[in-house]
Each structure stands twice: as structure tokens, then as C-alpha cells.
């Protein structure tokens, strides 16, 4: 919202300062976003006359000027303008000014070998307009050699604040002059309309087909207008805050938009058609005044007459009614509109207008005839004419609602101590009406302030004009030193996982929460369950029941597209049946090609891809990122179908299972239309149990200072038994001693009977106490044995 330091002194007597005026702006909620003095920038320019205008001897658009700067002087400045010419009077900037239009230092120089010293400006160059045609062309009788900026009264400071939505009484100048009065900066001058005759015709009837839409609309048919431009200072006023002067008819519209905060539209009466009728759009098209071509719906509001829409109602008229020089009877209209509908239509549209702006803020609704009756006069001034009684349509509403208000809430809500008088001096100013009377006070609130709706309102209203910078500023009480855990533990492992597998080297994808029915069934799902009712697409038909599902096609989709080696991994939910319990979030990852945990692409000392162990590396990263107890796990090879069975592994913590790692099964791949070989993990994040709260202390870590010693063992053991089963067992024989067992080899060969195999392994026993001897070490051994036989069945080779 710009206006101009003058105009807000229409309104608002006052001898504040520009500074004071500013800085109470600001302190009233009603923030300053800048300030253009244009006093100081035009200061250093004169007005001059052109005495002699040559054509310079090197350029044919260029001219030679003799120019009389008024003191005294003769100064030679060289000027493309296609005025300029002898005996016009300019406005001169000398060498050494500022030009702000341009940016540009001035300084003598040499043009096409003829020196200039000085140049005669433009009104773009001086920051006025966009207007740059020609050099400026002042009367005959402009003093020669006084300040422009004094002569034009052009220097007038250029304000402009921020509006808040809530606040549309301020998008008008009387807005902002009233709360600076309020403030205590001046006095609110009385809004006068000025005295005229209403001897001209009715203007036509008008129908509202929409009293939702409008409720209120007034029309005035004003015949005898001689249309043409509006006073200069009218002029000067919309140019300062960016408007562009059209024609007087216009520019009275614009100008009370910005002045009182109230949109009207003037029509040309020759070219309406018949009586008005307020309706619902009906799909037309028409042209408004900015050009361009609408479509209009029946959820949009129109005015409209025989000849159809004439203006899309409270944002923008139509080029077919719009006025112009040849404008001699017009009809002024001032109504109504409901809020949501303006905004919502030209947010449809794509129309931005000063009118929509203020219409869907809400606008006073009592000032609707008043102001109709000010653009009456201010047209009668400007233009001449007969103005005809008003025609009004439906009901003004009344805005005002009455507030039961305790004084003591003031203290209560902002810990400032206001006076009652003061209180009640402020809502006054503010234009509320305050009975004082009565117990708690009744406030009516006035018809331009549509958003004080309760007592917080009021008491906003008072702490923001008595002074915010009063409220004394309290710290929030702290009930705790420490505070409290905010994230849960599975949204915690869901940040630690992501970081954890970023730094193995994979990059995180985010992929469909549903997948094709084939792919849920390759991995597990596929159950009638978890089929949608209405897909989006026909190959996002399922939920997920793995990640793993979305992960290889998306790697999938970048091999095909020139990208191998990839690692990608996701943390997302995956869905197991339809019951709250049965969505789970997984941690999954997929590797192809050269892409391993120990690094990416070709190497000269031997090209790796990517297997089993990088996954099971991948898993274990994970799981031991998010506190999960990887020294425990046990590893068992009943992996999912879906997986390779010979290069595979489930993750375990006793009967519960953690994960999965490994390759995929090749007719998966292939299903797919996949790589050929891809490996990849899934840690299921709800199944790693949280560590114990009340743990127990962990002793000092203590080295024993004896040597260890080491025995190996070969046993002979079914087919069918897991090396995992004697390393457990021959761990367990002597929990003291035994610190580490090991496999190093398994045979199968001549030696070994049919359907068994050769397990070697290597125990460590370590004493902590004393040296072993050698019946220490033979008891140990025997140990080992006898548990490992009781464990698997298994002997001793010989």
C-alpha cells in the first residue's frame, strides 16, 4: 500500500515529522517496507531555456544547444531528443548530478567531437515516469532557474507499508491516517463531500439474480460529462504510487480506491443495453478492460445487461462499457460483494486487480452509498454534468456487532497496565463506540473493522496503539533443566539408518508405496488384501510388501538407461496384511554390478562385483548404527523364496527374525526383466529390540597378561549340520576359558564316509588366573568335544 506524504495530510492533521510519521507506522503493526524522497534527488536539477538549437555537424539525430540555466551563464549541451528546439523551457542537470532514472553520473564529455556539459532531461530520467519521447516541455512562464522539484511540487515522499489480510481498513489512506490519530499523532479531519443538485435522470433499474454473491448494489447515471484528463495533481498522485492516469472518469475510480479504500466502476450509459441484472456467469466470454478474453462460470458473479456480461462483478470491467474521451452519460456503481467468491474467481482467472484486492479483505459496507455519493461530486467538479437520484438494490448489511469487554482482560492477556480512561480513549479514536456503563463494558465494533470479533481482539487493538514496546517481556517458565525426548525411537533408527547407509556408499531412493500385482507376489505378497480398489495405474496395484520390489526397478531403469554399478537403498513402510500391526518399516538395499561395500567401479588389480558379503556387511552397518546387538545375531539360511538359496541368509536374534541378505533368485530377475545378479538387504526397524533401560553396569574392560593358547579340532558331522552347531556348542563347554572358536576348514574327500564332511575348527582359550598346564588344556579339549558330540553327533577324526 504507497501513498504520499501530502495525501495522507488530507486527511490527518498533524505537524509530525516524516521520521515520527514512519517509526509510528511501524510501532502500530502497520510495518514501513520503504520510502522514496524524490525532493532529494531532483534537488540538483533546474529549470532552463533553450536559447540557439543547431544540428551538430557529425550526427544527423543529434543537436547543438545553447542552454540558459538561469545564472547568468551560457552552457553548451549536445541532445538527441526529437523536441528539442530553440526557446523551450526544460529542466538542466549540470555536470557532477545524479540522474536517478538512469543511475548515471553526469560529467563533461565528448560527443561525436562536440563537448556537452550537462543534459536535459527526460521525465524518465528523473524517475517521474515511464515517458522518455522527448525531453521534458514546460510552460513559457516557468521561472528559469528555479528548482524543479519546488516549481512542480513533484518532491513529496513516497510511502509504502505492509498490509496485513486482516487489515483492510488500512488499504485505504483515511485507514491509516485514523490509527495514526489514534496513536496520538493528529487529528482525523472530518470527510467532507461537497454539496450537488440531484436534477438528472434515474439511472436503470438493476436485479440481483444473486443476493448471495451481492448484497447491496447502487447505481447513479451522471449525463452532460465532458470526459477528458483529470487535474494535474490528481495525476501526479497516481503516478507517485505507481498508477497510470487515464481519463478524469478513471481516474476519480482509482483515486477513492486508494483514498477511502472504496472500488466503484464507471460504465459508459450509451453503451449499456437496458436494465443491469446481477447473475451468475452462464459460460460467456468477454473482454475485459485489460485486453484480454474471459471465460465466466456459474460460480463467478457478472453484471450484465440485454447485450450479455458487461463486468466481471468487484474485479475488473469489460472493454465493451468501458469509458473513454467520447464518454458524455455514465453510470457510477458502488456494491457489495461476497469476499470468498471475489477471491476465488480471480484466483481462477488469474486477475489481480486494486479492486479484487480490497473486495475480498471485505470493504465498509455502510460507506457504499457515501461513497458513491463522493465519486458523484468529484466527477461534478471535474467533468461537469447532471447527476440523477441513486438506484439501489437489495439491503445494506450491518457490519457492527457489539462486545461484551472487561477492562481487567487488557492486563490479564498482555501483562500491560492500561488506565480504564485510556482504554476506552483508544477504542474511541479507533471509532468504537464504547458504553462504559455498563459491567462489562459494551463495545460495538464500526463497520470497517470486520475482524475484531472478540475480547483478544479489542485488547490487540489497545496494546498496539498504547505501545507493544510497554509490554514487559517474560521469560517462559522452565519445568525441566533437561529436555524431553522428543523423537521416537523407530523415528530416531529411521534418521540414524539413512545416514548410516549413505556413508556405505549407497544412494537413497524413494520409490511407490504400491507395486504391480507380479511384483508382490514375487516377494511375498499378492494377497487380496492388499489389493487397491481403484489404482492409480495398473502397475500400482498393490502395497508393497518388500522394498525390494521398487528398488529393482528403479535400478533396473537406470542400467537400461546407461548407469551400472549402482547401490540404492530406502527406508519405507512395507505392508504385510491389512491390520495396523502388519505395516512394519524396513531398511532395504540393493548393489549391482562393481558397486561393493569396499568401493565403486573398475580397479587394475582386478574387477569385483558385488555379492552376498557385501549385503550381509550392508545389514550389519545398519543394524549396528541403530544400537542393534550384531555380536548376538545368528545368521540361518532360511531366507525368502525370492532370494538365491545357496547364497543367502536370514538375520536372527533367537526365534526372532531381524532381516534378510543376500542374492536375489535369478528367476525373480528374470521376471523382472532385471540384471542378471543383484544382491540386497532388509532390516525390518521395529524387530531390533531397544536396549535395557536399567542395564546393569558393564565391568572394566581387563586383559589378561597370559599368553593364550590355541587348539584345533576336526570333526566329522551329517551333511545336514551347520557349522554354525559346533562353534556354538564348543563356545559353550567352558564359558571361562573358551574366548573364540573358529572354522578354517571343511572337507569332503576320500577319508571322510558318505553324506558327512570334515569341520575344522580352531579354539582359543585364554586364562585369566593362572598358566594352563597341560592336564588343563586335556580337560578343556575334552570338554569341547564331549559338548560338541551331545550338541550335533558328531566324532572326532582320527
Not at 242 to 257: E, F, H, K
Request: proline share 6%.
Amino acid at each position: 500500500m504507497k501513498f504520499t506524504l501530502s495525501w495522507l495530510k488530507d486527511h490527518l492533521e498533524t505537524d509530525a515529522s516524516l521520521e515520527t510519521i514512519i517509526d509510528q507506522l511501524t510501532a502500530i503493526g502497520l510495518e514501513v517496507e520503504g520510502v522514496e524522497d524524490r525532493a532529494a534527488a531532483l534537488a540538483p536539477f533546474r529549470i532552463a531555456r533553450v536559447l540557439t538549437a543547431d544540428q551538430h555537424p557529425n550526427a544527423d539525430r543529434l543537436r547543438v544547444l545553447t542552454v540558459d540555466p538561469g545564472d547568468g551563464s551560457k552552457v553548451q549541451v549536445v541532445c538527441g531528443a526529437p523536441n528539442a528546439r530553440a526557446g523551450l523551457v526544460g529542466v538542466f542537470a549540470a555536470p557532477g548530478t545524479h540522474v536517478p532514472g538512469t543511475g548515471v553520473d553526469l560529467a563533461v564529455g565528448s560527443i561525436r567531437g562536440v563537448e556537452s556539459h550537462g543534459m536535459m532531461l527526460s521525465e524518465r530520467e528523473m524517475g517521474l515516469s515511464d515517458e522518455h519521447d522527448g525531453i521534458v516541455d514546460l510552460p513559457q512562464d516557468a521561472p528559469v532557474g528555479t528548482p524543479y522539484v519546488a516549481w512542480a511540487d513533484v518532491g513529496d515522499p513516497v510511502v509504502e507499508i505492509g498490509v496485513t489480510p486482516n487489515r483492510a481498513d488500512c488499504l485505504g489512506i483515511r485507514g491509516i491516517a485514523r490509527d495514526l490519530a489514534a496513536a496520538g499523532l493528529g487529528t482525523l479531519k472530518p470527510l467532507t463531500v461537497a454539496d450537488f443538485a440531484v436534477d438528472g435522470s434515474a439511472a436503470p433499474a438493476v436485479t440481483i439474480d444473486a443476493p448471495d454473491l451481492c448484497p447491496a448494489f447502487g447505481l447513479r447515471l451522471i449525463e452532460g460529462v465532458a470526459n477528458g484528463a483529470s487535474p494535474e495533481w490528481m495525476q501526479r498522485r497516481l503516478r507517485s504510487i505507481g498508477l497510470r492516469p487515464i481519463n478524469a472518469l478513471v481516474d476519480v475510480t482509482n483515486y477513492l480506491t486508494y483514498d477511502v479504500g472504496r472500488p466503484l466502476h464507471v460504465f459508459d450509459a450509451d453503451k449499456v443495453s437496458g436494465d443491469l441484472v446481477v447473475r451468475r456467469g452462464a459460460g460467456e466470454e468477454f473482454e475485459a478492460l485489460d485486453g484480454r478474453f474471459y471465460k465466466v462460470t456459474d460460480a463467478m458473479c457478472v453484471i450484465a445487461d440485454s447485450n450479455g456480461v458487461e463486468s466481471l462483478a468487484g474485479i475488473m470491467g469489460g472493454e465493451a462499457s468501458g469509458s473513454s474521451e467520447a464518454t458524455t452519460r455514465v453510470l457510477v456503481e458502488s456494491a457489495l460483494w461476497e469476499p470468498i467468491n471475489i477471491a476465488r474467481t480471480g484466483r481462477t482467472l488469474g486477475i489481480h486487480s486494486d479492486a479484487r484486492h480490497r473486495f475480498e479483505r471485505g470493504v465498509d459496507p455502510a460507506f457504499m452509498l457515501p461513497g458513491l455519493d463522493y465519486a458523484t461530486a468529484m466527477i461534478l467538479s471535474m467533468c461537469g454534468g447532471k447527476a440523477g437520484p441513486v438506484t439501489v438494490a437489495g439491503t445494506v448489511p450491518d457490519a457492527k456487532r457489539t462486545i461484551a469487554f472487561p477492562p481487567a482482560e487488557v492486563m490479564r492477556l498482555s501483562g500491560l497496565e492500561v488506565d480504564e480512561a485510556k482504554q476506552a480513549e483508544v477504542l474511541d479514536r479507533l471509532g468504537f463506540t464504547v458504553d462504559t456503563s455498563a459491567s462489562p463494558w459494551a463495545v460495538t465494533t464500526p463497520s470497517w473493522r470486520a475482524d475484531v470479533e472478540g475480547k483478544a481482539d479489542l485488547v490487540e487493538e489497545i496494546v498496539r496503539i498504547v505501545g507493544i514496546d510497554d509490554v514487559e517481556p517474560t521469560p517462559l517458565v522452565r519445568t525441566d533443566p533437561v529436555a524431553p525426548k522428543v523423537l521416537t525411537t523407530l523415528q530416531q533408527r529411521v534418521a540414524t539408518v539413512r545416514r548410516a547407509l549413505a556413508t556405505q556408499g549407497m544412494t537413497e531412493a524413494v520409490t511407490w508405496s504400491f507395486v504391480s500385482h507380479e511384483d508382490a507376489v514375487a516377494f511375498g505378497g499378492g494377497s487380496q488384501a492388499l489389493r487397491l480398489a481403484n489404482p492409480i495405474a495398473e502397475a500400482l496395484s498393490d502395497m508393497r510388501p518388500s522394498l525390494l520390489a521398487g528398488l529393482v526397478r528403479a535400478v533396473t531403469r537406470n542400467v537400461n538407461r546407461g548407469h551400472p554399478d549402482l547401490a540404492l537403498f530406502e527406508v519405507g513402510q512395507v505392508f504385510a496384511g491389512d491390520e495396523p500391526a502388519d505395516q512394519t518399516t524396513q531398511a532395504a538395499g540393493v548393489r549391482q554390478g562393481r558397486n561393493t561395500a569396499a568401493g565403486v567401479g573398475r580397479h587394475w588389480d582386478g574387477d569385483e562385483t558385488a555379492d552376498a558379503f557385501d549385503a550381509k556387511a550392508d545389514i550389519l552397518a545398519a543394524l549396528t548404527a541403530i544400537g542393534g546387538p550384531a555380536d548376538r545375531c545368528e545368521i540361518t539360511r532360511d531366507a525368502p523364496a525370492y532370494y538365491h538359496p545357496g547364497r543367502s541368509g536370514t538375520l536372527r536374534l533367537g526365534p526372532n527374525v531381524l532381516g534378510h541378505f543376500g542374492e536375489l533368485h535369478p528367476a525373480v530377475l528374470a521376471g523382472m526383466d532385471a540384471p542378471e545378479r543383484l544382491v540386497a538387504f532388509e532390516l525390518t526397524l521395529e524387530k531390533v529390540p531397544e536396549p535395557r533401560r536399567n542395564a546393569t553396569k558393564k565391568p572394566n574392560f581387563s586383559a589378561s597378561d597370559l599368553m593364550p593358547v590355541r587348539r584345533d579340532f576336526a570333526f566329522l558331522v551329517s551333511e545336514d549340520i551347520d557349522a554354525r552347531a559346533i562353534t556354538k556348542a564348543a563356545r559353550g563347554a567352558r564359558k571361562d576359558l573358551v574366548s573364540d572358536v573358529a572354522v578354517f576348514d571343511v572337507y569332503r574327500g576320500t577319508g571322510v564316509p558318505e553324506g558327512q564332511k570334515s569341520v575344522a575348527v580352531e579354539a582359543t582359550l585364554q586364562p585369566s588366573g593362572k598358566t594352563l598346564t597341560d592336564d588343563d588344556i586335556e580337560k578343556v579339549s575334552a570338554d569341547i568335544i564331549a559338548a560338541v558330540a551331545k550338541a550335533t553327533g558328531a566324532t572326532l577324526r582320527a
